[in-house]
């Protein structure tokens, strides 16, 4: 070919791929196809991975899976010593229960209480651990100070036994000064231990509701796992002692104040004000024991798509979704193809576009595959405490949790079209901006985008997946999934029962939503205390 005639051909390329970003980026959206996300599924939820649990010889098939396709496409690798494998350690074991006690010492009385009757243990880390220390009442245990709230302001909880609610001030009420009948971060268990913890608590105890939730069981189409060993992470994660008590057992550590928790709740709940104290004459003594305690090896896949703009390309857009599942029990496979091999097959399917479609983002895309997700998100906190690029370049995440079925779920009612077309949008009141670009590149797809959980959330389903741990950061996320249904946690959740067209219409919206923030220069605000919200869901 004359060299003149290539230079023509070579600019006019350069000068079409300059005007049609947004074109190449819809084209390369239809490369997302129904065929390459049930391959992925049909794959990861076999009987061969045995549900994928944490720690597993299947869930290790399963990032070495994952790893391959980032390899294939040329991603670079983020985790250790150059590979796609962020590597932590998993301790599991059995709460020993004979050695595992509360003993308080109350106006010089030592009071001793039974385990299942008087307490609970809670989630925590598995270290075999003894606190004792004087009990400081500390209110719900948050400090939310753009909410003008913190009930640890002032006290001293170095060396000390903190006791508080569950949740948050105000809970339930509309006119609450949080986000009205919307939990914040703020309320939710692990963010509480962690700030506790944090403060210098030497152990917690948590006073049960006054009231239980009102929560309908979603009803299980086959026997759902139970038992089995307790799954932490090695090193610092919750690790002191928590437990669960009834309210007369706070009762009786108040006593010497002279107030009870039903009285300081309801004080607390009527002026939003904190009332910490020191609780005189009033201790308690926190152990917890364990049986057969093993560490496995447990690993998070990393990979990345660098940006193409000088200055950008060190901020960072997160695409993830977990990758375990629960593994085997009792004779029962659970498959864990709607969880969650339909995110981990969204992740691969936004990461193939990005690379086969040609698109050059200014911005890198991050795309990160969990460990650990279903023994309360421990991969994605291990990742916050040791992330691949810093926090303070992470612009936004898109978690995908869930993307393969129709909600049935009983605390919401079923639409005439039995939410065949529907995907809920979760988080985006603490980031109005990502919800702009997500109803504006929606307009593709035709998707119903249901925000209802930004409303009110009976379930709880924000708090229960990886983003969380980047909300608790302030930094903006929101998850993408398709809600429950009776086959959630059992042997029934299979690759067949995927509904595949509305899953590829859900993974192309995340492809545009990641391709829009990633060719963007514009910060995606948090909102800390929460945008209004829009008048249609008021």
Not at 240 to 258: C, E
Not at 455 to 479: K, T, Y
């Amino acid at each position: 070919m004359p060299r003149h005639s290539a230079l023509c051909i070579l600019l006019l390329t350069v000068s079409l791929s300059a005007q049609t970003t947004g074109k190449s980026a819809a084209e390369a959206a239809s490369l997302i196809q129904p065929a390459d996300l049930k391959a992925d599924i049909f794959f990861l939820a076999s009987d061969d991975l045995a549900g994928r649990n944490i720690g597993s010889r299947e869930d290790r098939i399963a990032t070495g899976y994952i790893a391959a396709e980032f390899m294939r496409l040329g991603l670079k690798p983020m985790g250790d010593d150059g590979t796609f494998f962020q590597n932590l350690d998993v301790v599991t074991g059995n709460l020993d229960a004979e050695h595992t006690s509360l003993i308080a010492t109350v106006g010089g009385t030592e009071h001793h209480y039974k385990l299942n009757q008087d307490f609970q243990w809670a989630h925590q880390s598995l270290r075999p651990t003894q606190s004792c220390g004087q009990v400081v009442f500390a209110g719900y245990g948050i400090s939310a100070p753009e909410f003008a709230y913190d009930d640890l302001a002032g006290v001293d909880l170095k060396g000390k036994v903190a006791l508080v609610f569950l949740r948050e001030p105000q809970a339930n009420d509309p006119a609450s000064k949080f986000l009205g009948m919307l939990d914040s971060y703020h309320a939710f268990y692990w963010q509480k231990i962690e700030e506790l913890r944090k403060h210098g608590a030497a152990g917690v105890l948590v006073v049960q509701d006054r009231v239980p939730r009102d929560v309908k069981p979603i009803p299980a189409s086959s026997p759902r796992p139970s038992g089995g060993p307790s799954y932490a992470l090695a090193g610092e994660m919750w690790d002191i002692p928590v437990f669960l008590v009834k309210r007369n057992v706070a009762d009786q550590l108040l006593a010497p104040s002279g107030k009870t928790a039903d009285g300081l709740q309801a004080e607390i709940d009527r002026s939003a004000q904190p009332n910490s104290f020191a609780v005189p004459q009033s201790s308690a003594c926190l152990t917890k024991s364990f049986t057969a305690l093993e560490t496995h090896k447990g690993r998070n896949v990393i990979a990345m798509l660098e940006g193409s703009d000088p200055k950008l390309k060190a901020q960072t857009i997160i695409v993830m979704a977990h990758h375990d599942h629960m593994g085997t029990a009792d004779g029962h496979i659970y498959h864990g193809a709607d969880d969650n091999a339909s995110g981990i097959a969204g992740v691969l399917g936004v990461a193939r576009a990005m690379v086969k479609g040609n698109v050059r983002p200014k911005r890198s895309v991050l795309f990160i595959a969990y460990d650990g997700e279903e023994r309360i998100f421990l991969g994605s906190y291990f990742y916050v405490t040791h992330p691949a690029v810093p926090l303070s370049q992470t612009v936004a995440t898109l978690n995908l949790d869930m993307i393969g079925r129709d909600e049935d779920d009983p605390n919401w009612p079923t639409p005439a079209d039995r939410n065949v077309n529907m995907v809920n949008v979760l988080g985006t009141r603490y980031n109005p901006a990502l919800r702009g670009i997500i109803d504006r590149q929606n307009a593709a797809e035709g998707l119903k985008l249901d925000y209802k959980m930004d409303r009110i959330d009976p379930d709880s389903l924000w708090s229960r997946s990886d983003h969380f741990w980047f909300a608790a950061l302030h930094i903006p996320q929101a998850e993408f999934q398709t809600g429950l249904h009776p086959d959630y946690h059992t042997e029934n959740d299979t690759w067949q029962k995927i509904n595949y067209p509305k899953t590829t219409k859900i993974v192309r919206l995340v492809f545009l939503s990641v391709a829009d923030l990633a060719n963007s220069g514009t910060p995606i605000p948090f909102v800390a205390t929460g945008s209004p919200l829009p008048a249609e869901q008021r």
